[in-house]
């Protein structure tokens, strides 16, 4: 369709025209005209049990013909009450309960404001605001997008009404922005937050926010070992709440329940989304640790008004609880860390072919891919080829959908996309999705003329 034939705003881009998508089935997509896709991004980094699965439909459409919708500060429900028993037996140790919103923004507005509410109930009423990363995406609401720090949100048009939000530098050892090498940089990147702590002053800090692996915005940056312990220090040292943003990370997408647990640490809040109902119906959560429950119970208040009209929803929460009763039957956490080992091995390969790649990066089934000019130096292109536009651009003319972003290297140079699919993902359909990049990168190192590169 073009803009001109719908009724549809077409606000990511009006001038572009969009395929009709048909169906789905397992990993794969149909347009309209009967093309199949590759999903390779789990319709952004979303769809964990693939698509399709009939037991789902069926959750579905038995929890509209019982119970639709109520009012929530008088009811809860039975999938609310469920889900919320499943999401605190998969948390980490002491975060056993949780608050259901409608996706990864509202999750992230809704942690700010516990943070906070937990920071006004110990008498810090100045502290407010929250430090993110640059190279990092936290949605599109106001605090969210003043929590993002990721050059390709474009935050400038909207500079009246962000939050005066502070932002340190990413763990990305691959272009380190310190220009220093792990360990001996003894984790500068981490010990950048008690810089920006210190000179913002500790009393106006509410948390700090991070998604454990970057995803879309970096695609899949991977801090060093050691980084969240001591994050987790920092935080405690200054009184600041920690908020692992599991968005993408959440639910399985790392081959763990959670992405901090490659890491020894504990959050205080967890803000999670996309793969807790895989994309069947919108929703998103917040897991918050008993310390700061104990807060509230034992406080000042009788609630907190964190909520929105459809938080809780009795579809979204029996979809959810569907879906992650599927995914513990079929073991599909364990899955997605050994299919994930097999398509990064073939990445890797891959990389050794296309000298395009200078690093293949992440865990399970969220990986990376990062093009440089020179592979010693690390030395992005600039922004003005576009590359990474024209190779997704490229893979899905030929049947692959990717997703990539720019501006993890210096300015808004950093090509780099981000590969995810569904976890049922098979070898064979790994070594498809190879196959198809490779002669998408090919074509492009063609047309764009960069054969000559070493
Ligand atoms: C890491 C991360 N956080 C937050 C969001 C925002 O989530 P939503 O679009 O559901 O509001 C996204 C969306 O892509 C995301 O990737």
């Not at 794969?28 to 964990?48: N, V």
């Not at 292109?381 to 590359?387: A, C, D, G, Q, Y």
Request: glycine share 10%; proline share 5%; aromatic share 10%.
């Amino acid at each position: 369709m073009k803009q001109a034939e719908s009724h549809v705003f077409y606000a990511p881009g009006w001038h572009q025209p969009y395929k009709i998508a048909e169906r789905g089935e397992g990993v794969y997509l149909y347009d309209s005209d009967g093309k199949r896709y590759i999903d390779g991004i789990g319709g952004t980094h979303t769809i964990t049990i693939g698509h399709g699965v009939p037991e789902i439909a069926d959750a579905m459409a038995a929890q509209a013909r019982q119970l639709c919708f109520t009012h929530k500060v008088k009811f809860t429900n039975e999938p609310q009450e469920q889900l919320a028993n499943v999401v605190a037996k998969m948390a980490p140790d002491e975060m056993e309960h949780v608050i259901f919103v409608t996706g990864g923004s509202t999750a992230n507005e809704i942690a700010l404001q516990v943070a906070r509410y937990f920071h006004i109930e110990q008498g810090n009423n100045n502290k407010y605001k929250v430090i993110g990363r640059r190279h990092s995406y936290h949605g599109r609401t106001n605090a969210a997008l003043s929590m993002s720090g990721s050059l390709f949100v474009q935050r400038e048009d909207m500079a009246p009404y962000q939050l005066d939000f502070p932002h340190i530098n990413p763990p990305h050892c691959y272009q380190c922005p310190f220009n220093l090498n792990h360990p001996s940089c003894e984790l500068a990147c981490a010990t950048d937050l008690a810089k920006k702590i210190e000179q913002e002053g500790a009393d106006t800090i509410a948390a700090f926010i991070a998604e454990p692996i970057i995803g879309g915005a970096g695609s899949a940056i991977v801090p060093p070992p050691g980084y969240y312990e001591k994050i987790r220090e920092i935080c405690d040292f200054y009184n600041i709440l920690f908020i692992a943003e599991e968005v993408i990370t959440g639910f399985g997408r790392t081959g763990k329940n959670f992405g901090i647990e490659h890491w020894n640490t504990i959050p205080d809040l967890i803000t999670t989304a996309k793969g807790l109902s895989s994309g069947y119906a919108p929703i998103g959560a917040v897991i918050i640790h008993q310390r700061i429950v104990n807060t509230f119970l034992n406080g000042s208040r009788t609630g907190i008004p964190t909520f929105f009209t459809y938080s809780g929803h009795p579809i979204s929460c029996a979809t959810a609880l569907a879906v992650q009763n599927y995914i513990s039957k079929h073991n599909l956490i364990e899955q997605c860390a050994i299919m994930g080992k097999y398509l990064k091995q073939k990445l890797q390969k891959l990389a050794e072919r296309e000298f395009l790649i200078g690093d293949v990066r992440g865990e399970g089934l969220l990986i990376g891919l990062e093009f440089v000019q020179d592979r010693k130096t690390h030395k992005p292109f600039p922004r003005s080829i576009k590359l990474t536009e024209t190779i997704i651009k490229t893979t899905f003319e030929q049947g692959l959908v990717l997703r990539g972003r720019f501006g993890t290297g210096t300015g808004k140079d950093g090509d780099h996309i981000l590969i995810s699919p569904a976890f049922i993902i098979t070898e064979s359909e790994c070594d498809e999705l190879v196959s198809i990049l490779e002669a998408s990168i090919k074509q492009v190192t063609r047309s764009l003329n960069l054969g000559n590169l070493s």
